[in-house]
């Protein structure tokens, strides 16, 4: 028996999206869909073509919507971690927030889409593992400070495939820098002028299901009230609020703020096992792997669900399934926070 159902849901209903059955009944996942390289080793992608927006639901989040949000590309930005750059502009009003590591610190790749802060920052520069991350989000715009030859190689053939828009301060205007901070760490960009100059960009499409009234049933879970997750260069700890049944994030035992001082918090907060592999375009530069199968922990409601995340193609959303019975474990309402650590 197949039973194909996958979507986001509200209280407007399940809006679904295009993808890939899996077989899980036995643990086999498929071998993941390369992209082919050309001889430059530079991927080379399928012509895309967006799909259309959600129904009165927000791609992200799977709260209710303005028909003009929806219609709203993703705002993806290279968000810098370095201590001098914090506490970060806007990072608290996020939909979704990427940790990658990079040379022995994070960055972020924060989505915006329902919310479009004054000022978001400070931006630093792309890196390969961006692009198989980027590809799920039905054209969104990539900003950034900048990249060396080789990851630019890879922007300039995804943009040209349709696959995003290249929003780089190198070529592009709506970045300033912010004078009471050190550069490079002070390059910040204005999101409502990057919507105006970048009309080619998709609507948001989902990176996963959501189920608002989903529990884990009979399978393994345990209470999470703290949580800490390995990454590079920084001590990351996550704590369950029960009063606003979000997760605090901290960072070196510190609480994590954003401009001003507003904490940093999520819904759903989602541990991926990657595979961390040398960049193509920097041997010097980690490069985690999201496209294929690996080990997961998906933290909501103030519970830690182990369980398989899996995708065959950069196109497709994350999937989140308990291996044992197959049964998916879709995520929360509300701000979602992937840590992409490294395979134990």
């Given amino acids: 028996m197949i039973i194909d159902i996958n979507g986001v849901s509200a209280v407007n209903g399940i809006t679904p999206f295009p993808n890939r059955r899996t077989d899980t009944r036995f643990g086999a996942q498929p071998t993941p869909e390369p992209v082919p390289l050309d001889v430059d080793g530079v991927p080379q992608w399928p012509p895309y073509v967006p799909f259309p927006a959600l129904n009165g639901v927000a791609a992200l989040t799977g709260l209710p919507a303005s028909a003009k949000v929806v219609k709203r590309p993703i705002i993806a930005v290279k968000v810098d971690n370095f201590f001098r750059a914090r506490p970060q502009f806007g990072l608290n009003q996020a939909d979704a927030v990427f940790e990658l590591n990079v040379e022995g610190v994070t960055r972020f790749i924060a989505l915006f889409h329902s919310n479009l802060p004054e000022r978001l920052g400070p931006a630093r520069s792309v890196r390969t593992a961006d692009l198989d991350l980027l590809a799920a989000m039905n054209r969104p715009i990539i900003t950034y400070s900048g990249a060396n030859v080789g990851v630019s190689q890879w922007l300039t053939a995804a943009e040209n495939a349709g696959v995003l828009v290249d929003f780089s301060s190198q070529r592009s205007p709506c970045y300033f820098r912010e004078p009471t901070r050190p550069g490079p760490h002070n390059l910040l960009l204005d999101p409502t002028c990057v919507l105006a100059d970048a009309p080619q960009a998709g609507p948001a499409r989902p990176l996963w299901s959501i189920d608002v009234g989903w529990t884990p049933g009979v399978l393994p879970s345990t209470p999470d009230s703290t949580f800490d997750v390995d990454m590079d260069g920084v001590d990351v700890t996550w704590k369950w609020n029960v009063d606003s049944r979000r ?68 196109f497709d959303p994350f999937t989140f399934f308990d291996a044992a019975s197959g049964i998916t474990i879709p995520l929360d309402v509300g701000v979602t926070f992937v840590e992409l650590v490294r395979q134990l």
């Fill in 247 to 314: 997760y605090l994030r901290f960072q070196d035992d510190a609480p994590h703020l954003a401009e001003p001082d507003v904490p940093v918090t999520a819904s759903n907060v989602v541990l991926i096992e990657s595979k961390h592999v040398p960049s193509p375009a920097d041997v010097r530069s980690p490069n985690p792997i999201s496209v294929g199968s690996g080990r997961a922990i998906v933290h909501r409601d103030g519970r830690a669900v182990p369980c398989t995340w899996s995708r065959q193609s950069p």
